[in-house]
T-cell receptor
Framework: GDSVTQMEGPVTLSEEAFLTINCTYTATGYPSLFWYVQYPGEGLQLLLK?????DKGSNKGFEATYRKETTSFHLEKGSVQVSDSAVYFC??????????FGTGTRLQVFP | DGGITQSPKYLFRKEGQNVTLSCEQNLNHDAMYWYRQDPGQGLRLIYY???????QKGDIAEGYSVSREKKESFPLTVTSAQKNPTAFYLCASSSRQGPAEAFFGQGTRLTVV
């Protein structure tokens, strides 16, 4: 069945470091891919999305490219801030089927 | 403003009692979902509904029940049959038109005392 695999956390970085959080997926068709962010005690918020192969989603300095050949959607940011500390979830949405989430990766950024 | 509202934010329940968590959306979305999140864990799907008066079990439906009598509302009942109900519960909704992202509520933290 469809699934999403994320790198385990926590990811610990100093402020202004480069961030990569890996995400790969398994799908029978052509899903849309998403990154969500969850701040402590809150629900999830959409961070960015890509709906087809080679699309690049971007928002707030974060980027991810939909790579069909490697079935990946890695999240990157060139310079992280303390305020980026949160849990990041990769997800896929295949047509009208249920949403499928990865297990989440906690990011901790220190000054 | 459109959005999705969960209530209450915090809920305490005695063992053996049923409790209902509210989820309301005014986004005109057909699809609604309930997820459970345990500390340090990802999201696990409890139930989902693609249309009014219809819903499907997710991965961990045992001990939970739902109804979808109105498009806007998708309440979740945690029954006494749920052995370990203490968790953070998240409700979400999405459009069924095309590849749509999910909108989440702020969550309900349920604690069994």
């Amino acid at each position: 069945g469809d699934s999403v695999t994320q790198m385990e956390g926590p990811v610990t970085l100093s402020e202004e470091a480069f961030l990569t959080i890996n995400c790969t997926y398994t799908a029978t068709g052509y899903p849309s891919l998403f990154w969500y962010v969850q701040y402590p005690g809150e629900g999830l918020q959409l961070l960015l999305k890509a709906t087809k192969a080679d699309d690049k989603g971007s928002n707030k300095g974060f980027e991810a490219t939909y790579r069909k050949e490697t079935t990946s959607f890695h999240l990157e940011k060139g310079s992280v801030q303390v305020s980026d500390s949160a849990v990041y979830f990769c997800a896929l949405h295949y047509n009208t089927d249920k949403l499928i989430f990865g297990t989440g990766t906690r990011l901790q950024v220190f000054p | 403003d459109g959005g999705i509202t969960q209530s209450p934010k915090y809920l305490f329940r005695k063992e053996g009692q049923n409790v209902t968590l509210s989820c309301e959306q005014n986004l005109n979305h057909d699809a609604m979902y309930w997820y459970r999140q345990d500390p340090g864990q990802g999201l696990r799907l409890i139930y989902y509904s693609q249309i009014v008066n219809d819903f499907q079990k997710g991965d961990i439906a045992e001990g939970y029940s739902v109804s979808r009598e109105k498009k806007e509302s998708f309440p979740l009942t945690v029954t006494s049959a749920q052995k370990n109900p203490t968790a953070f519960y998240l409700c979400a909704s999405s459009s069924r038109q095309g590849p749509a992202e999910a909108f989440f509520g702020q969550g309900t933290r349920l604690t069994v005392v």
